[in-house]
């Protein structure tokens, strides 16, 4: 199994709080996503980086950031939670985007009250 | 802007028999991949089988194959021999320009 671990794995939080979800990759993989999984629409690309400082914005980025200063970790921030962000969000990792398949956290379930 | 399409949002199949979950998908351009993931209940993504858009022949691993059409634009996974641990939800997504894009996904009920 490819090492990447999402921390925290359950929070829940308030309306208007921000929040920070961790992903940490022990394979020295260039890439790095961020998705959220919510029923009826699979999961959606939030941002996604190909590099230590190199993040782009995926589907639906609104209302998140990220942040990539080492190549093992890769940041997901809510700067101010709302009831819609509510979601399953995982964390994927590949080695390259060609021919490369992701490798998925274990996911973190967040909850916005 | 790409596109994955899973028509189906439940599907129920009968032990040891065949079955097939459909996806279409949409882009403009030649190089692309096809990925099929599972999710059982217990949350965790599952790499189940790889086509890349260059490739001539279907993939297949195992009990999994892929049926890649691509004039029409599909690549339906086909599940031989169903077996109660196969129900579980399944992902269609597809690669492109360092990006994945992931249909809605299908859920499969097989019973006994």
């Known amino acids: 199994d490819a090492g990447i671990t999402q921390s925290p794995r359950h929070k829940v939080t308030e309306t208007g709080t921000p929040v920070t979800l961790r992903c940490h990759q022990t394979?020295?993989?260039?890439?790095m996503y961020w998705y959220r999984q919510d029923p009826g629409h699979g999961l959606r690309l939030i941002h996604y980086s190909y590099g230590v400082k190199d993040t782009d914005k995926g589907e639906v980025s609104d209302g998140y950031s990220v942040s990539r200063s080492k190549t093992e970790d890769f940041l997901l921030t809510l700067e101010s939670a709302t009831s819609s962000q509510t979601s399953v969000y995982f964390c994927?990792?590949?080695?390259?985007?060609?021919?490369?398949?992701?490798?998925f956290g274990s996911g973190t379930q967040l909850s916005v009250l | 802007a790409q596109k994955i399409t899973q028509t189906q949002p439940g599907m129920f199949v009968q032990e040891k028999e065949a079955v097939t979950l459909d996806c279409t998908y949409d882009?403009?351009?030649?190089?692309?991949?096809l990925f099929w993931y599972k999710q059982p209940s217990s949350g965790e993504m599952i790499f189940l089988i790889y086509?890349?858009?260059?490739?001539?022949q279907n993939a297949t691993e195992g009990r999994y194959s892929l049926n890649f059409q691509k004039a029409r634009k599909s690549a339906n996974l086909v599940i031989s021999a169903s077996q109660l641990g196969d129900s579980a939800m399944y992902f269609c997504?597809?690669?492109?320009?360092?990006?994945?894009?992931f249909g809605s996904g299908t859920k499969l009920n097989v019973k006994p």
């Open positions: 994927a990792i590949s080695r390259a985007t060609s021919g490369e398949k992701l490798f």
């Open positions: 997504a597809m690669s492109h320009a360092g990006k994945f894009y």
């Open positions: 882009t403009s351009d030649p190089s692309y991949g």
């Open positions: 394979e020295n993989h260039r890439y």
């Open positions: 086509q890349g858009s260059y490739d001539q």
